[in-house]
């Protein structure tokens, strides 16, 4: 069985590399962050190196920090996570069996499956897999706990705009998917319901209130005649009904 460093080529290598360095980033951001909330520098770092999964991590923070329900907090969490279900089933040959499994498992997150999804090689599938999820295990806890000790002597993360980091880099990978119309109105109707209850209701119910979104239906099919496309294709159609009858 070739190494790890055989199966993957350079390029592979040095894009896993990036996404782990910029994971590392953000996870100065949550460390320092934690601790401007009030929770210990310990706390951070073991949530990065057990549950490693920024999201979830952060929703803990963000609404058990100014006081929420932990209740709140755990469902929040879960229903996050819930999408490692489906990605389980994607990636359960890369995942490896016996012991293997629950590391496995557990270094399992969005970065990793992406990596694996991608390749196509069986081989090559599980070395990225592994390769990107064992990094992640290093980067994400590392900037959790550079970010930690920042955030215990600097005390005023805003200033630095480490509050704004995680948001800002959430907000530029979901842009690109809300060029399509179908994920664009569940989007804007979950941030209008998370904006306007959020005076009103208790830290981390407005979280969860935005995923009425998902109600939404999606827009049906444009019908022919309808817009300026539609107009063309009906002008067309009656131009060859024309020639038909001709």
Same mark, same amino acid.
């Given at each position: 069985? !070739?190494?790890?460093? =055989?199966?993957?080529? $350079?390029?592979?290598?040095?894009? @896993? ?22 929770? %210990? ?23 058990? +920090? %100014?006081?929420?329900?932990? @209740? ?13 279900? %489906? ?12 012991? $293997? !499994?629950?590391?496995?498992?557990? /270094? ?5 499956? &992406?990596? #694996? ?6 081989? *090559? ?22 970010? #930690? ?11 630095? =705009? ?6 800002? /880099? ?8 809300? !060029?399509?119309? #179908?994920?664009? *109105?569940?989007?804007? &109707? ?8 959020? %005076? ?22 444009? *019908? ?6 539609? +107009?063309? $294709? #009906? ?7 024309? !020639?038909?009858?001709?």
């Amino acid at each position: 069985m !070739r190494s790890t460093v =055989g199966v993957l080529d $350079r390029a592979l290598l040095r894009d @896993i590399a990036l996404v782990c360095l910029a994971v590392g980033v953000i996870g100065v951001s949550y460390g320092a962050i934690a601790v401007a909330g009030g929770f %210990p520098v310990w706390l951070p770092v073991m949530m990065a190196t057990l549950v490693i999964a920024g999201a979830s991590e952060f929703l803990f923070i963000g609404i058990v +920090g %100014p006081g929420g329900s932990p @209740i709140a907090a755990v469902l929040a969490g879960l229903l996050v996570n819930a999408r490692h279900l %489906p990605f389980g089933l994607a990636v359960s040959e890369a995942v490896g069996r016996g012991w $293997r !499994r629950l590391i496995g498992s557990h /270094v399992m997150n969005d970065e990793s499956v &992406v990596f #694996a999804l991608a390749q196509q090689d069986p081989e *090559r599938r599980r070395a990225a897999y592994w390769t990107c999820g064992l990094g992640m295990l290093v980067a994400w806890p590392t900037g959790a706990l550079l970010g #930690a000790l920042l955030g215990s002597a600097v005390h005023d993360t805003d200033a630095l =705009g480490l509050d704004a980091m995680f948001p800002a /880099v959430l907000l530029a990978l979901i842009l690109p998917a809300l !060029r399509d119309r #179908a994920k664009r *109105r569940p989007v804007l &109707v979950g941030a209008a319901v998370a904006v306007a209850t959020t %005076p009103f209701l208790p830290t981390g119910l407005p979280v969860l209130l935005a995923l009425v979104g998902l109600a939404i239906p999606a827009p049906s099919p444009a *019908r022919a005649g309808d817009g300026p496309a539609g +107009g063309e $294709r #009906a002008a067309a159609g009656q131009e060859t009904d024309g !020639r038909a009858d001709a």
